[in-house]
């Protein structure tokens, strides 16, 4: 072994050596790998996470699902929505293949009948009558429950089908359901959107500068989201007249500041980073400051914060509606819809029943939908398999 100093040239005959003889120690560490995998930016990824979310893809599959249905059902049922046949008037449902399987055939049970009445053909047209169920005698008067067919006992043609029944004054429940989710889902995005659009220009604004602008903006948020909503409301009903404006407004007056504050902390956590300051620096106008360098890292959580808010919105326009604050008639919605049918609900349940069943799942979707996105958009949780 030849010992070679510190500082002193190689001899002649090293430094003539060929390269082949030499091998870098550690050449496996110390050479970069290649890429197996294209990369993946940040909203692909979060893409990519929330289709891995089985029950948040199925929530926006019926998500989409009830938004066609709101825009297709009421152009093909051959029905208007103010359409009215009291003749017709709280008809059970009735669906062409089940009526043979005995569900939602347009059966319907009538108590407390005179058992001669049934023979009047006047009162119980021919065919109507198809089960006596129970008779029993009052005051020496015999009286029975019948089962009938509610469409033939109506005089209505067998060939008339009303899939969720009719309601006091004959009109199609589907057809108003389906416009009534169509007005209730148009007025909670109108809202949502403009809650973002106020809340996000209002947040940044108070959360870029700081200081006595944060202070009094903040203070005038908390002043205005201490009115009572149900005032409120009542105020624009007063002022504009009851219909879609005046719902919008009172879901607006006090529903951006949720996000104001969330756009304000966000602003507060990144307006301190290098990147901002080094644009600043090189006198970058405040506007492309708030806009482009700061806005784009809270899309995730306002996207997520909008997608919480529609269900909530719809619950707010179908509480209106259910005291009476509603859209105006004949203009249906989910809300209007469920206050109608609670004054019949013992007598003819169904009426409440379709209109419960779609809001329940609406809010459910949106919320399952929602709470996949809030994890699909968490920069802490990227890369991570669900």
């Not at 307006?271 to 620096?281: D, I, S, W």
Request: proline residues 6%; charged residues 20%.
């Amino acid at each position: 072994m030849m010992i070679i100093e510190k500082g002193r040239p190689l001899p002649e005959s090293l430094a003539n050596l060929p390269d082949a003889l030499f091998e870098p120690v550690g050449a496996a560490s110390a050479q970069d790998e290649a890429f197996k995998t294209e990369p993946v930016g940040f909203y692909r990824d979060a893409f990519n996470r929330l289709r891995k979310s089985r029950l948040s893809m199925i929530s926006l599959y019926i998500i989409i699902a009830i938004i066609l249905l709101a825009l297709i059902v009421p152009e093909i049922t051959g029905y208007s929505y103010t359409q009215q046949n009291v003749k017709a008037k709280n008809l059970p449902p009735k669906i062409p293949v089940l009526e043979n399987l005995g569900i939602c055939d347009g059966t319907q049970v009538l108590t407390n009948r005179k058992k001669s009445s049934l023979e009047n053909p006047r009162r119980f047209p021919e065919g109507c009558v198809l089960e006596i169920l129970n008779e029993y005698d009052v005051n020496g008067v015999t009286v029975v429950d019948v089962l009938v067919d509610a469409y033939a006992y109506s005089g209505v043609p067998d060939d008339e089908y009303h899939w969720f029944g009719t309601d006091y004054l004959g009109r199609d429940i589907m057809t108003r359901l389906f416009r009534g989710t169509r007005v209730s889902l148009l007025i909670a995005f109108i809202s949502v959107l403009t809650n973002l659009i106020i809340g996000v220009i209002y947040g940044s604004i108070a959360g870029y500068y700081g200081g006595k602008v944060d202070m009094v903006m903040t203070h005038f948020a908390e002043v205005l989201d201490g009115l009572p909503y149900i005032v409120v409301t009542i105020l624009f009903m007063i002022l504009f007249g009851s219909g879609m404006f005046s719902i919008i407004l009172a879901l607006t007056v006090t529903g951006w500041i949720g996000t104001a504050r969330l756009t304000r902390a966000q602003f507060y956590r990144f307006k301190g980073r290098e990147y901002v300051l080094a644009a600043r620096t090189l006198g970058t106008p405040d506007r492309k400051l708030i806009f482009r360098h700061i806005l784009p890292n809270t899309i995730g959580p306002l996207i997520t914060r909008s997608m919480i808010a529609i269900p909530g919105a719809i619950f707010s326009e179908s509480f209106l509606a259910y005291i009476g604050l509603g859209i105006k008639p004949p203009e249906p919605s989910i809300g209007t819809l469920l206050s109608v049918g609670q004054d019949v609900l013992l007598q003819y349940p169904t009426q409440t029943l379709f209109p419960a069943v779609l809001i329940s799942v609406l809010m459910i979707a949106f919320n399952l939908f929602s709470n996949g996105l809030r994890d699909a958009l968490d920069p802490t949780r990227r890369g991570e398999d669900v």
